[in-house]
């Protein structure tokens, strides 16, 4: 044999599942070049089958003949379909005689209803008997290996004891007999079967579960292998479940130290005891797709190349956390000595422990269906202690799961875990327990496992692994709403390209009808489809659907202007959904639920952003905050908060009569439906009411001082005979007009706040000098007078009306909610 030649495969019993997977196989093998060692798996479900005969036996259950006949075969079908004539017969011949011996063995086990371990590892090794020994004659029928195939059963070769840890390779035996067995200067393909081995007594064993990955990592040591290639049925290792994160992407490369601590917290890589001939001997180990060979994979080695800190965030479910509290324990040397002993003793496996430098409690994970046993043996271990008081509790929590973050980058790196706690903060995700080596490679946290799924995503996200996801549910898709989502769709791909940002309109409801879609709407059709496919409204499983599980964020995006929504926040926010909205209601109702709806935000640890509803697009809610938090006063806001009424009073010149500029604006799509509710200035009102308790004002709408511009008269009629009627009030107004301008004046709709004075809202004159006198047809103006700027306001200005200014507002909040989620933008 050249040293440093042999390159090992091992081919999972996914790989070689029917006809189709051998061929598969056989073609990858076929141009691998000389001096390949192929190690082979049992056909997917087969060792299980076999297994569940012995099963049946010792049950006395005669159904294990018809079982064994439907394994037999399948694999003759298997052989049958790529094998030909003549080396399918002889295949078929040696595998009826095994099914021969089987079926005696079990007829002996079915009689003494028991079978010993060494009757399951006879039985159940003859799945890498068939499949190695069919695939050897389909690569010796190609043609194609240079240098010749060879079966090599390593029964015949491999030698192992059992230990408390599992067998225990005897390399100088086995090393002799490998030398024996292959000719001198063979340079073609070796078919190995996986799994099995021979004990010291020649009695065949076998190498345990994970048993064919060990068989290679055996071999590509007792070959002085180049590399061992572990095919599966995945593109390699993966930085999450994909089942729970669906963007988990492909890790290029690990350590062994990565790989090992990834396998322990359940990622699907391969068992840390089984790389470590492979490890010792710094043979790297690649992972590979059967079913998509020209992929790349990963590389596990010693000294990867790589730029990510994080390769990996895994989970293991089913996990129950035990607390052992008591002040007897402090300063007493040997408590958790006699605990893990104690569970030592039972077989108790714990995975993960977690102890504060008090020494007042001790808590460690265990699987959850050891859970009842180590209570016992807590307690009984403890039994002194705990009747003198000295141990307090011995608390068992369920249903929990084990989180861990994995990668070598994060030794010595700032911020890492930091990064971790945020996005499970921002998650709402609650952390039980935590553990960090003093390696720094792993930190691993306990949360509840109805959470594991949102965990996941949103720690995978945070460290931009996979795309920040945000689970948008759009609630009245009318003008604001529809402008809105015009505006998501055109930027959504540039969002996810340039930022890592997924915003994923997953629910769109209007007041009878809703459309839900997992993977998100397409944002193109969403029209059509809300009325093809839409189903009946129904809120309650609206907002279920849109705060689902599994995703770690999810927001309302409310652009109705109905009280009944509104109602719903402190609901949503409650239960740590966040909240998008131009709607006034919640803000500028009720007091007593105003507050309410902020102390659920805040005890959830929600995000609540209502910017659109003074100034459509303005930053004008911002700018209040601003000069409170860097602590200005504010002495007085006044302003044009209506673009409507700024447009009609800008236009209105006494030439032309209110009404019909009203009806006018009206056409344009500048009012409401009813254009009553710009005119009665309560909207304005509303306004205001914002501005005063973002201010700090306990307001209520009652308080406000409202001039309405609806006649008392008219209040109550259609919009149809408001419009007709408001006519005869057009020389009122005219007169109004004609006196501002007699006097150099102007006619604005103001509203005005003081911090110690009233609150008023209503039809004014302006000088020409003023800042509200020349602004633009629909713009709001907002005057901020304050501590600091006292002798020149400050100002803010621009448009104020109109669905797609309202839109833009809402999409600048959304985007402030996900840059608060940790996106950087």
Partial sequence: MAKSSWTVHKFGGSSVADADCFRRVADIVGQAGPNQAVVLSACKGVTDGLLDLVALAEQQDIAFDARLNEIRERHIQI???????????????????????ILGILQTVKQIRAAAQNVRDLISGYGEIWSTRLFSVLLRERGNISGGVEWLDARRVLVVEWGPLGPVVLWEESQRRLHAEIKEGFSGALVITGFIASDTHGIQTTLGRNGSDFSASIFGALLEAREI??????????????????????????????????????????????????????????????????????????????????????????????NLEGTGMIGVPGTAHRLFGALREENISVILISQGSSEHSICFAIPEAQATRAEQVIRRAFDSELRQGQIQSVEVDRGLSILAVVGDGMAGAHGVAAKAFSALGDAAVNIRAIAQGASERNISVVIDGRATAKALRAVHAGFYLSPHTVSI??????????????????????LKHDFNLDLRVRGIMNSSRMLLADGGIDLAHWHERLKRDGR??????????????????????????SNEVAARYREWLGSGMHVVTPNKKANSGDLAYYRALREARRAAGAHYLYEATVGAGLPVITTVRDLRETGDDIVSIEG????????????????????RIVREVKAKGYTEPDPREDLSGIDVARKLIILGREMGLDLELGEVQVESLVPPSLARCSVEEFLERLTEFDSAMHA??????????????????????????????????????????????????????????????????GPEVTAGGVFGDLLRLCAYLGTKL
Wanted: aromatic content about 8%; proline content about 6%; hydrophobic content about 45%.
């Fill in 79 to 101: 052989a049958e379909s790529v094998l030909r004539p003549g080396g399918a017969a002889a295949y078929i011949a040696e595998l009826k005689s095994d099914c021969r011996d």
């Fill in 229 to 322: 290639h572990i095919w599966t049925d995945v593109d390699g290792v993966l930085s999450a479940d994909p089942r729970l994160v669906p963007d988990a992407k492909v890790i290029d490369s690990l350590s062994y130290n990565e790989a090992m601590e990834l396998a322990y917290f359940g990622a699907k890589v391969i068992h840390p005891q089984t790389m470590a001939p492979a490890v010792e001997r710094d043979i790297p180990i690649w992972i590979r797709n059967t079913f998509a060979p020209s992929k790349n994979g990963t590389l596990i080695c010693a000294h990867p190349e790589s730029k990510l800190k994080v390769k990996g965030i895994t989970s293991i479910d089913a996990i129950a956390l035990i």
């Fill in 473 to 494: 549910g759009v609630i009245g898709p009318g003008t604001v709403g529809k402008a809105l989502l015009d505006q998501l769709a055109s930027q959504m791909e540039r």
């Fill in 536 to 561: 009946p409204a129904d809120a309650d499983a609206f907002v279920k659907f849109v705060h689902a599980d599994f995703l770690p964020h999810a927001v309302m995006i409310d652009c109705t202007t």
């Fill in 640 to 659: 044009i908060l209506s673009g409507t009424l700024a447009y009609l009073f800008n236009v209105y010149d006494g030439t032309v009569p209110f009404s």
């Fill in 736 to 801: 109004r007009y004609q006196k501002a301008r007699a006097e150099g004046q102007v006619l604005r709709y103001v509203a005005r706040l003081d911090a110690k004075g009233p609150a008023t809202v209503g039809l004014t004159r302006l000088p020409m000098s003023h800042a509200f006198a020349n602004i633009s047809l629909t713009d709001n103006v907002v005057r901020f007078a304050t501590r600091r700027y006292c002798d020149n306001p400050l100002i803010v200005q621009g448009p104020g009306a």
